[in-house]
Each structure stands twice: as structure tokens, then as C-alpha cells.
């Protein structure tokens, strides 16, 4: 069975510093890994996803997140967090084999920036 | 184009009865999946249709149903409600339904059972 887990309820931060947003998985075969973002009362939106190649993927938003296959991580990060990123965000994996093909989320890590 | 559409936006129901809930995906897409999301978790993954089959199923009773039309709009029907129910229910879809695709989901359906 494939998992996510998201470790932290909540990240806070000042406005203008950098973010990061952590992210551990476990799947059996080659992982596909996405970021998504909640705002409140809102579904969730896309924002950056790890397929194959790079480690690091670039995304929406000036977001970013590193892929990390020995410590299966894949932390999201912004090197200048703006108030306007307060939302929840969710890591989720699927898996071309072995695994299912179908998304597995996190349970959520709500993001403050702080002006 | 109009992104992932579904309705109602709100809903409030009592134990015993049931629900209907509807799902436009975007134009073009083929693939629609339902979650269930309650307060404070991530979206639970409940059903996925392609081609109006179904593809996948998660780990949900039976008094929860769905179906895709031949237009790709999509259905989830609960019976039975129960308090447990109580939840934002998501629609998302894709273009084919692979693993690799990123989904595009709706505003969600808030359920409340009471």
C-alpha cells in the first residue's frame, strides 16, 4: 500500500523568508509526487508534480520541491513566502507500477506567512 | 473553458436519507474521480471512472454508488446517510485517468448529515 505522510499540522513563517513544506512517501515501484494547494471553501489546485528526470521541479506560484529518492522526500519550498500563500497544502503519490495508480494524499499541512 | 463544476455547493440532509451529487468535468476529459474530504484530513479517494467504467474503488461501503454519463458528467449517490457522512465531497478530472496526470478538481459539495 502507497502512503503519504505530511508531518508537520502547521508551518509558520514571515512574510519575505523562505518556506519550506515537508513531505515523506512510501510506494512500491517508481513514484509520481504532487503538490496541491487548498484554499478555504475552495477545491484543491495543482501546483507542481514529479514525474521522472530533475529532482527539482519548479511549479506554480514560484514554488518548488526537491525530489529525494534515498530519503523517499519530497519537500515543497519558496525561497520568499508572501502572506498571500497562507492556504493548506497536500502531497500526494501514485505509482506507474506496483502501486496504485490512483493519488494517495496527505492529511494537510497548513501554511501561515505572517506579514 | 470552464474548469470542474459541481452542485450543490452546499447540503444539508438528515440520517436515513439520500443524496445525489453532480460533477461537470472540463471539456475534454474523460476521466472523473470522487473524494471525500472531512475537516482537518486529506481527500479520501472513493470512486474513479473512465469511459463511463469504472476504473477504481476505494474503501467505502456500499451505500455509496456513482456513474458516468456518456457526456463524462458524473454522479455519487449516497444511501443511507449517517452523521459520518459529513464531509466535503470533490470531484476532479483528467484527461485520461493515468497515474501520471495532475487533476483538476471542483469547489466540492459541503455535506452536512444531521
Known amino acids: 500500500a502507497q502512503s503519504v505522510a505530511q508531518p508537520e499540522d502547521q508551518v509558520n513563517v514571515a512574510e519575505g523568508n523562505p518556506l519550506t513544506v515537508k513531505c515523506t512517501y512510501s510506494?512500491?515501484?517508481?513514484?509520481?509526487l504532487f503538490w496541491y494547494v487548498q484554499y478555504p471553501n475552495r477545491g484543491l489546485q495543482f501546483l507542481l508534480k514529479?514525474?521522472?528526470?530533475?529532482?527539482l521541479v519548479k511549479g506554480s506560484y514560484g514554488f518548488e520541491a526537491e525530489f529525494n529518492k534515498s530519503q523517499t522526500s519530497f519537500h515543497l519550498k519558496k525561497p520568499s513566502a508572501l502572506v498571500s500563500d497562507s492556504a493548506l497544502y497536500f502531497c500526494a503519490v501514485s505509482a506507474s507500477s506496483g502501486g496504485s495508480y490512483i493519488p494517495t494524499f496527505g492529511r494537510g499541512t497548513s501554511l501561515i506567512v505572517h506579514p | 473553458d470552464a474548469g470542474v463544476t459541481q452542485s450543490p455547493t452546499h447540503l444539508i440532509k438528515t440520517r436515513g436519507q439520500h443524496v445525489t451529487l453532480r460533477c461537470s468535468p472540463i471539456?475534454?476529459?474523460?476521466?472523473v474521480s470522487w473524494y471525500q474530504q472531512v475537516l482537518g484530513q486529506g481527500p479520501q479517494f472513493i470512486f474513479q471512472y473512465y469511459e463511463k467504467e469504472e476504473r477504481g474503488r476505494g474503501n467505502f461501503p456500499d451505500r455509496f454508488s456513482a456513474r458516468q454519463f456518456p457526456n463524462y458528467s458524473s454522479e455519487l449517490n449516497v444511501n443511507a446517510l449517517l452523521l459520518g457522512d459529513s464531509a466535503l465531497y470533490l470531484c476532479?478530472?483528467?484527461?485520461?485517468?493515468?497515474?501520471?496526470?495532475?487533476?483538476?478538481f471542483g469547489s466540492g459539495t459541503q455535506l452536512s448529515v444531521l
Open positions: 476532479a478530472s483528467s484527461s485520461q485517468g493515468r497515474e501520471s496526470e495532475k487533476l483538476f
Open positions: 471539456s475534454g476529459h474523460k476521466s
Open positions: 510506494v512500491s515501484g517508481n513514484p509520481y
Open positions: 514529479y514525474i521522472t528526470g530533475d529532482n
